[in-house]
């Protein structure tokens, strides 16, 4: 049985409610801030799984959507980017910065070295590395889905939906206690007063989402799509490209940033509302369509180069983000979030740091840093790290 584009966006819908249903349900999911799409759409491909074996059912969907879902979320992480924010960072923003550059060119190279030694293709390693870990989910299918059609790389989607799973939880364990020992060893302290809180400064009125601040955003994104998709068509093939996606991506940060030159005003909200939809219904599509038998098939070699990764994670963060963000306890709190970072999510990241502040003391520069380079820059970063690897010789492109 096939669904069509309606049918299977409204079952799409139906894995998000369940998802978000179990989540509540199982506060260990919610803890280590597995997304619901992820916790619905693993249930019903496992439901799928034992119907198809015992059974043979076989349901198909039409990811007519898809794309177009994927882009419209890019487009809004562009949007999101206000640069103008950027200030309120300091010196710390700018070494923390630095700190996460290098380390993405380690960890890509870790992947792929790690799938080449276990006879993977070395694109499994970068799917295996800053793509799912720092990226993401959404990064991880985007990328997993273009290296599926231009490389044919089988079970490809499986391994970057997993590995991003897995990172959550791994950069969830691992942050806490990474910081709670440089604090015991370096007897540092907590600074006093509360943890400080970005000023967003939303262009329109945040208390709310309407359709006056909605409809602006929802434009500016599709004209981030639409400029995106014209422009990959148009550079084509070459020695460097870029994916659609990311084009999209930057086009909604020209937008956000220039806009402002022709009096155009977009709401925070509305903007992370666009986000999460379009990326949570990519999820849930992707999740239903998952082979559960190829995610078993890959479970050694892909635990095998999450373990190898933490391992890294754990070493840089001790030794050079502690060290060059400043060895104190800001410091140790950023270490934490590092791990968030690099293993999992911003929000894996802020929730590792909320861990310690709760009992160790705020970190008020901590609160304003990392939330910033969530937002947006950690994504730009690994966009331009990730271009480099693919166009080195026998990566593809």
Known sequence: MTLQPVETLLAALLVLLLGRGVNRLV????????????TGGLLFACVMAVLGA??????SFDVTLKPVLLLTFFAAVGLSANLGLLRQGGKRLLLFVLVLIPFLFLQNTLGVLLAWGLDLHPLMGLVGGSITLVGGHGTGAAYAERFAEVHNIQSIMELAMTAATLGLVLGGIAGGPLA???????QLAGADGKAAEISHSSDGDADSVRAG???????ATLLAVLAGQATAEWIGEGTITLPSFLWCLLYGVLIRNL??????????DAIELVSSVNLSLFLAITMMALSLASVFSLAGPLMLILLGQLLLVLIYGALVTYRWTGRDYESAVMSAAFCGFAMGATATAIANMQAITQRYGPSPQAFVVVPLVGAFLIDLLNALVLTGFLSLPGMGS
């Open 27 to 38: 506060p260990l999911l919610a803890r280590y801030n597995i997304p619901e799409p992820i």
């Open 259 to 268: 806009g402002h030159f022709v009096g155009l005003r977009l709401n925070d």
């Open 213 to 219: 601040n909605f409809v602006p955003v929802l434009a």
């Open 180 to 186: 709670q020992w440089l604090i015991k060893r370096h």
């Open 54 to 59: 015992s059974l043979g059912w076989q349901i």
